[in-house]
C-alpha cells in the first residue's frame, strides 16, 4: 500500500513539475484588454529591429548576457525608465538591467555608501540636480563624454548632447565641460491651481465680494494668502473637504526644507539658500542672506500658509502634497511638475482631473527681473540623470543603457507618463502636445519660461547644510520657534558647520 | 577537530562582527566628512568624544530613548502580565485568540511602521478622522509632539506586548501548582500569592524578557523611521534614528561612529546591569 502510494505522488509531483515548465510556452497568457491598459505604459511602436546599433554595439562590448544594476527614487519618470525602457534594452541587447526603485533617503544612502566605498554594486545611480555638485568634488562619477571618446564604438550617433534641453549643463564638469550623468528627467516646481473652482461664476463673485478684485492666479503673496483664506472658509461653509493651500511642511523630513529653501525663499528674492557664495557666510552681519528680513518674511508667509492648509500638510513631502492636490483637498499650491501629467489625467489615481491649471508661482516685486537678468530664479528647476560609479564593473554596458534612454524614440510616451522633458524636440511631439492642453500649459511654461526657474546652488556640502539647517525649519512649523530666533540660530550653525567642513573661516 | 568545526562561525563573526567593530572604533578617532573641502580622514584623537559629552542634541536623544523605553517597556511588562494571567485560565476561543494576539511579531517593524503612518496619517488616516469625529480631537502627529510621543509607544506596545506575553505565560505554565494551593489555603490573598510566590518564582523568566525589550527599546529604529522619521522637529528622534542621520543624511562618519561607540558603552553598562540582577537572584535561589 504505502509503496503504491509513494510512487504514485512522485509521478504526480514529476507530472505537475512538466506541466508548470510547459505552460507558458503552450498556453501564451491572454493579452491585456486595450482598454486596460494604460497609455503611460505603452512600449513605443518602433521596436527595435533584431540587430540593432545597440545589438550590435553590445556585442561586440561583450555585455550580452550581463546585468547592469541601478538605483533610482521611485517616482513616475524612474518608473517608466524601469518599465518598459529597460525591458526594450534587455530585449534589443541582451544586457539585463536590474533596477532598483526606492524612496529618495534610501536611494541616497545606498548610492554614497556605494560610490564612497568603491564597492562597484551599482553600474548606474540615479543623480538628482542639487547632489552633483557633491558627486563631482569627490570624483565619483565617469566622465561620459571621455568615455565615450576614448570608445567610439560605443558612441550612439543618435546621442548628441547639442540635443538635450539646457537642463543637460547641471551635469557638466565646470572645467572640463564634459558630460558626466545623462539626464533622464526634468521639470519645474509650478503654482497649480484647481481651474474648475477659479471658474466657477458663484466662487468668482463671492471671492471677488470678500477680496474686492476679482479671482486669478496669484501673481503676489497677498493675493496668494487671500485666495487660500477664502478657498478654507469655503470648503467650510459648504461641507467640504477643501483647503486654500498645499505646503509641503513635514516635521520629519528633509522635504520642507527644500520647500522653504528652493521654492518659496527665492520667489521671495532669497537666492542660493542665503548663503555668500562668495565668503561662504550666511547671516547677514557677515554678508549673508539666510537671516534677511526678507527671508523672515517669506518663512512668516510660508509657515502662516499652514492655517489654510489640509492637517496632513505637516506631515507632507513632494509625493503627499501631489495626492493631496490629487484628492482635490487644496485649491492651489506649489506642486513638483513631475507629477501633472498623472494629476491632470489619470482618473484611477486623480480626482481632479482636467480641472487644474498651471502658472508661474507668486513673486516678490523684482524677482522676475532678477530671473530674466540672470541674477535670481523664481522656483526649483528640478530634474535628475543616471550617472556612472567610477567603481562600476560594466561601465561599457552602462553607457549603451545611457544612451539607450536617452533616444527621442522613448521620449513622448515618457514625457506623458512623468511629465518630464529632457530633449528639445520632445515639446513638439503630438502627444506631449496634448498633455499640455489637458494641463492648461505646463509644458509651455517649462519651455517658455523654465529659464526663470532654477536648480539648487552649486554647493559640494549640500547635504552636510541641510541636515544643519532642518531642524529649525522643523521647530518653526511646529510653532515651538519664532521664525526671526529660527533663522537666526540656524545662520549661525550653518557657518559653524561651514567652517568645520572647510569653507570660509 | 573542536576548533576545526566551529571555525566556519568564527570566520564569519569575525567578517561581520569583529572587523566593523574596529573599524567603527578606528573611525571615532577621524574627522571624516566626505563632502568636506578637506578630503579624506582628519585624526582628531578623542575629539569627537569630547564633542559628545557636550552635544545637547546627542544627549537629548539619549534622555528621550529612555523615556522612550520606560513608558514603552514598562507597558509592555503591565499588559503582558495581565494577558498571561488570562492565558493561563481557560476559555472558549483560547487559541484563537493567543494566535492573533501574536500576529504582530510576525510583522517586519518597517512594515508595522508602515501600517501605523497608515492609520494615523493627519488627514486620511482613520484615527485622526474618527478622533475628529466622535471627541473633537485635533489628533496630528506631524504638528503635535505629545500625539507622536504617545503614537510611536503605543506602536511599540502593539508590536511587542504579544512577546512579553509568550515569555510570561511560559514562566507562568511552568510554575508548580502546589506552593499556589497552599498559601491561599494558608489564607493569602491574591495581592500576596502575586508578591511572595508568583513573581519570585517567575523572576528569571521576568528579567529575561526585560533584558530582551530593553535592549530592543534602545536600538529602535525602523518603526519610527516609517512612522514620523523621528519629528515633528526631534520628538521622537530617539538615538538610533538620531546616530542614523549624522551618518547617513548629514555624512559625518567620525562624529557619528563616536556616537555610536558610546552608545554602545552606555547599552552594554545598562546590559551588565541588568545581567548582574539576574545572577544575583540565581544565586539568592541556590
Excluded at chain 1, 462 to 484: D, N, Q, Y
Aim: with cysteine; glycine share 8%.
Amino acid at each position: 500500500m504505502k509503496p503504491k502510494f509513494w510512487t504514485i505522488l512522485s509521478l504526480l509531483v514529476v507530472l505537475s513539475t512538466l506541466v508548470a515548465c510547459v505552460a507558458p510556452a503552450a498556453m501564451p497568457a491572454p493579452a491585456q484588454p486595450a482598454a486596460q491598459a494604460p497609455e503611460a505604459t505603452k512600449v513605443p511602436a518602433a521596436a527595435a529591429p533584431a540587430e540593432s546599433w545597440f545589438a550590435t554595439a553590445a556585442k561586440n562590448a561583450s555585455c550580452v548576457g550581463k546585468t547592469i544594476r541601478g538605483v533610482a527614487e521611485s517616482t513616475p519618470p524612474s518608473r517608466y525608465a524601469a518599465d518598459p525602457i529597460a525591458k526594450e534594452f534587455a530585449k534589443e541587447t541582451g544586457i539585463n538591467v536590474e533596477f532598483e526603485t526606492t524612496s529618495w533617503d534610501q536611494m541616497y544612502d545606498k548610492e554614497i555608501k556605494d560610490m564612497e566605498a568603491n564597492t562597484g554594486l551599482y553600474d548606474f545611480v540615479y543623480i538628482e540636480q542639487d547632489i552633483v555638485y557633491a558627486y563631482l568634488a569627490r570624483n565619483f562619477l565617469v566622465d561620459v563624454t571621455q568615455a565615450l571618446k576614448d570608445k567610439p564604438d560605443l558612441h550612439f550617433a543618435g546621442y548628441d548632447p547639442a540635443k538635450f534641453t539646457t537642463f543637460i549643463n547641471n551635469y557638466k564638469d565646470p572645467k572640463s565641460g564634459d558630460v558626466m550623468s545623462v539626464p533622464m528627467e526634468s521639470f519645474v516646481k509650478p503654482y497649480i491651481y484647481r481651474k474648475d473652482l477659479f471658474d466657477d461664476p458663484a466662487i468668482k463673485a463671492a471671492f471677488e465680494k470678500a477680496a474686492g478684485y476679482p479671482l486669478a492666479p496669484a501673481t503676489t503673496f497677498k493675493q496668494y494668502e487671500d485666495i487660500a483664506k477664502f478657498f478654507t472658509q469655503w470648503g467650510k461653509d459648504n461641507k467640504m473637504e477643501l483647503w486654500g493651500s498645499t505646503v509641503q511642511g513635514t516635521t520629519g523630513h528633509p522635504a520642507s526644507f527644500y520647500e522653504y529653501y528652493e521654492t518659496i525663499a527665492p520667489s521671495f528674492g532669497v537666492y542660493n539658500w542665503g548663503i555668500n557664495k562668495d565668503n561662504w557666510k550666511a547671516c547677514v552681519k557677515n554678508g549673508g542672506q539666510m537671516n534677511s528680513d526678507r527671508a523672515k518674511e517669506a518663512l512668516t508667509f510660508w509657515t502662516g500658509m499652514l492655517k489654510y492648509a489640509p492637517p496632513e500638510s505637516t506631515s507632507s513631502t513632494w509625493d503627499e502634497v501631489a495626492a493631496t492636490m490629487a484628492a482635490g483637498r487644496a485649491a492651489q499650491g506649489w506642486v513638483y511638475g513631475e507629477n501633472t501629467g498623472w494629476i491632470a489625467r489619470d482618473a484611477t489615481k486623480s480626482k481632479v482631473v482636467g480641472k487644474i491649471g498651471v502658472a508661474l508661482p507668486p513673486t516678490y516685486q523684482g524677482v522676475i527681473d532678477d530671473a530674466k537678468a540672470g541674477k535670481g530664479y523664481i522656483g526649483y528647476y528640478d530634474g535628475g540623470a543616471y550617472g556612472i560609479p567610477v567603481g562600476s564593473k560594466n561601465k561599457d554596458c552602462a553607457l549603451l543603457w545611457l544612451q539607450y534612454y536617452a533616444q527621442e524614440k522613448f521620449q513622448a510616451d515618457w514625457a506623458v507618463a512623468g511629465s518630464r522633458i529632457i530633449l528639445k524636440s520632445t515639446y513638439d511631439e503630438p502627444k506631449v502636445q496634448e498633455l499640455d492642453k489637458i494641463t492648461n500649459g505646463y509644458f509651455t511654461l517649462q519651455k517658455d519660461q523654465g529659464y526663470l526657474f532654477a536648480g539648487a546652488p552649486a554647493f559640494p556640502f549640500h547635504a552636510t547644510i541641510r541636515e544643519v539647517i532642518t531642524p529649525f525649519i522643523w521647530k518653526t512649523l511646529m510653532g515651538e520657534m519664532k521664525v526671526s530666533d529660527a533663522l537666526d540660530k540656524a545662520c549661525e550653525a550653518t557657518e559653524a558647520e561651514l567652517v568645520k567642513l572647510g569653507y570660509g573661516k | 577537530m573542536g576548533w576545526g568545526l566551529i571555525a566556519p562561525t568564527l570566520i564569519v563573526l569575525a567578517i561581520i562582527g569583529l572587523i566593523p567593530f574596529f573599524y567603527v572604533i578606528y573611525i571615532g578617532f577621524f574627522d571624516w566628512n566626505i563632502f568636506s573641502a578637506k578630503a579624506g580622514m582628519v585624526f582628531v584623537g578623542v575629539n569627537n568624544y569630547r564633542r559628545l559629552v557636550f552635544d545637547e542634541d546627542f544627549l537629548r536623544a539619549l534622555w528621550r530613548t529612555l523615556q522612550f523605553m520606560f513608558w514603552a517597556v514598562g507597558s509592555e511588562f503591565v499588559l503582558g502580565y495581565l494577558l498571561a494571567q488570562t492565558l493561563v485560565r481557560d476559555f472558549r476561543g483560547k487559541a484563537f485568540f493567543r494566535t492573533v494576539h501574536a500576529l504582530p511579531l510576525m510583522i517586519a517593524p518597517i512594515a508595522i511602521g508602515a501600517t501605523w503612518r497608515l492609520l494615523t496619517i493627519p488627514g486620511f488616516g482613520p484615527i485622526p478622522y474618527y478622533l475628529s469625529k466622535w471627541f473633537g480631537i485635533d489628533y496630528n502627529i506631524g504638528r503635535f509632539a505629545s500625539h507622536a510621543s504617545l503614537t510611536v509607544v503605543l506602536m511599540d506596545i502593539w508590536h511587542w506586548t504579544p512577546f512579553v506575553t509568550l515569555c510570561l505565560l511560559a514562566g507562568l505554565t511552568s510554575l508548580p501548582k502546589e506552593p499556589l494551593e497552599q498559601a491561599l489555603v494558608d489564607g493569602a490573598n491574591r495581592w500576596q500569592v502575586f508578591r511572595y510566590i508568583t513573581l519570585p518564582a517567575i523572576m528569571p523568566v521576568v528579567l529575561t524578557t526585560f533584558f530582551i525589550r530593553v535592549m530592543d527599546a534602545l536600538r529602535v529604529v525602523d518603526e519610527i523611521w516609517m512612522l514620523t522619521g523621528g519629528g515633528p522637529g526631534d520628538t521622537t528622534r530617539y538615538i538610533g534614528l538620531h546616530i542614523w542621520r549624522i551618518v547617513f543624511p548629514k555624512t559625518d562618519y567620525g562624529y557619528g561612529s563616536a556616537m555610536s561607540l558610546l552608545t554602545l558603552y552606555f547599552t552594554i553598562v545598562l546590559c551588565w546591569m541588568v545581567f548582574t540582577a539576574i545572577m544575583s537572584r540565581g544565586q539568592e535561589t541556590s
